[in-house]
């Protein structure tokens, strides 16, 4: 099996460190246990090579023989394709695992990212904008208390699904956004116990530190 | 073939007609001619069956069959996979559909939503949490405008990533956001000249008014 390269920045500023989006991937990989090597580009100067593989000069890509893939949710849901410990093979359970990853990213995420660029910012004005994007988090997150609240994982086993929305979630912890949300809280913790989330997040860790 | 069962609400307000999400999966099903009936829910009470089709109380979700799929993304994907219209067969143009409509949603869409609130809300004071939003979709309209003066579509032929992409857009230029990216409002034009899209926007207009 021809090993897959991971491509992140080279290097990024403290606060980022163990958020960045390669974890996810590194995540997948590790709960696969599917060979890959991880290579480096320019946090500071972002070519033209750069953005041939990713558009919005970001990271991560992926090289998987002759694709290469940007977006974790794309790379998340071709590398589930490849292994059952990410998604399970019968339709019903890929449509379920499929909508779940779409649901981290664009129910939660879509509402949890303005509200972290706020808390980056430590900006507190309460604006009507900012009230918007605050029940915005709300509404997703009691959602989500409701719905863990009945079930370990997303679906009926561990899967990509779940990589995006404890990574999504554990971002609003961070920011100590889960307070009310304590089966959320629980799910984080239970996820980022896996064997393969600590080796992937202390990789990412190594990764970044080893460029200071 | 047995026709799909797309789910929306029974009426909206006027700000988000023609906006709905159920747009996007009306469209692609106009572009594949695939057979399809619009059902509805309550928008203003929304009970437990609406809630275990779609955790979130949002709308659309589609039956296909014995799968009942909720999330744009995750349904264009589902379209995508019966019919050729939707995405190319073969794995190289399959996973360059994926990974756009991943953009459309987590890059482009990320940044404009939050921004749309603002919009919606009428709210101009300048915080900084604020200015981080209008810097955000600021750079991916700027990538976008590069991306798209370079093709007629995202990949080699139209594909649910356009639909994604173009509806996206919509709404940055209902607010005018397109101002400064032509290229973008020519990409906008020209995916809604589309007589699917005309098909899918007059059925959703007219499904919302006739509950008035």
């Known amino acids: 099996m021809t090993s897959m390269i991971l491509t992140t920045f080279d290097w990024v ?16 990989l590790e709960e696969a246990g599917l060979p890959y090597r991880v290579e480096s580009v320019s946090f500071r100067d972002r070519n033209a090579e750069h953005f041939s593989h990713q558009p919005f000069g970001q990271v ?20 589930a394709e490849r292994s059952e410990a990410l998604m399970p093979a019968d339709p019903q359970g890929r ?11 664009n129910s939660v995420e879509a509402a949890s990212l303005p509200w972290s660029l706020f808390q980056f910012s430590a900006d507190t004005a309460e604006t009507p904008g900012r009230q918007h994007i605050e029940a915005f988090l709300q509404a997703r997150l009691q959602r989500m208390e409701a719905v863990l609240a009945e079930r370990q994982w997303l679906v009926s086993t561990f899967s990509v699904a779940d990589i995006l929305m404890a990574d999504v979630l554990r971002l ?22 896996r064997p393969a989330f600590v080796k992937a997040h202390g990789d990412q860790m190594a990764h970044f530190s080893a460029a200071d």
Do not use: M, N
């Open 13 to 28: 500023p403290d606060v980022p460190r163990g958020y960045v989006r390669d974890l996810r991937i590194r995540w997948a």
């Open 60 to 79: 991560p890509w992926l090289a998987d023989g002759s694709l290469s893939i940007f977006e974790s949710g794309a790379i998340l849901l071709h590398l």
């Open 95 to 105: 449509s379920e695992v499929t909508q779940w990853l779409f649901a981290g990213l």
């Open 172 to 193: 609003v912890d961070r920011f100590d956004g889960l307070a009310d949300y304590p089966v959320c809280r629980d799910y984080v913790a239970r996820a980022t116990a």
